[in-house]
């Protein structure tokens, strides 16, 4: 179905791997389209609980497709950042528990996309970078947008405005990164850490990654009343009354997702 990814379903979880190695996984039409169509599916499926974002080989993407960002005009860029982002933000969006494992490089369009996942676990050969002005061109899928939010205004006007890279190490003290592993252990990490979310409630998980998704987008007074209607809204769900009790009778809870 997809010749520049893999889309690879393990039980509940989705292993989504950007597949061009040969260039470093760098994102170009082919592959943001099949993004697309994977989140399509994603959106989609209802058994699909949790989506693990990875590349193929020594990188994660190294960024986008620079030969054929070099003839675009102005019309053109609009059209190339505007897909990107979009896509990027349908990534953002999904009700579902997303993590990026970072496995090499990470720069440009690959810094982006891990940064719209949800949590990013990094191996310590991965290297992540906004090196556009070296381009002589800005981040254009929302890096701008989504570093500082993740990391603080200054240490990303830094990395965007110097375009030099940073380590695993220093990614997981400023809090670009939850955590850092052996190569080998990446995906298992990543995987533990999907299946401890799913262990949850399943409305419950969806409803408060929208209070914090959402809410980080709003003011405080605003964030507030939206987490307040979440958790009331859980009080009509058949898990609420499942996970309350299930504590109360000091077994495991069987949630349904209803």
Do not use: H
């Not at 997809?2 to 760098?26: D, H, M, R, W, Y």
């Not at 994603?42 to 003839?71: H, M, Y």
């Not at 499942?242 to 069987?254: D, S, V, W, Y």
């Amino acid at each position: 179905m997809f010749q520049s990814i893999k889309f690879e379903k393990k039980e509940e979880i989705i292993f989504l791997t950007i597949n061009k190695p040969e260039v470093l996984n760098a994102l170009d039409a082919e592959v943001l389209e099949e993004l697309r169509q994977a989140l399509d599916i994603a959106e989609k499926d209802e058994s699909i609980k949790a989506l693990i974002v990875t590349g193929e080989g020594r990188a994660f993407v190294a960024g986008a497709d620079i030969s054929a960002q070099s003839a675009l005009d102005l019309e053109g860029g609009r059209n190339w950042g505007r897909n990107g982002s979009a896509i990027f933000r349908r990534l953002e969006l999904l009700p579902i528990p997303t993590i990026a494992a970072v496995n090499g490089f990470a720069l440009g369009g690959g810094c982006e996309l891990a940064l719209a996942c949800d949590m990013i676990f990094a191996s310590t050969k991965a290297k992540f970078g906004q090196p556009e002005v070296s381009l002589g061109i800005t981040p254009g899928f929302s890096g701008t947008q989504r570093l500082p939010r993740r990391i603080g205004k200054a240490r990303a006007m830094e990395m965007i405005l110097t375009g030099r890279m940073m380590k695993a190490d220093e990614a997981l003290q400023v809090g670009l990164v939850n955590k850092v592993t052996d190569p080998e252990a990446l995906l298992d990490e990543a995987e533990e850490m999907a299946r401890s979310i799913l262990k949850n409630g399943p409305l419950a998980v969806k409803y408060a990654k929208a209070a914090v998704s959402r809410g980080l987008e709003m003011d405080l007074d605003s964030g507030i009343a939206l987490e307040n209607e979440l958790f009331a809204m859980c009080f009509a769900a058949e898990d609420q009354k499942e996970g309350m009790q299930a504590f109360l009778e000091k077994r495991a809870a069987e949630f349904k997702g209803k």
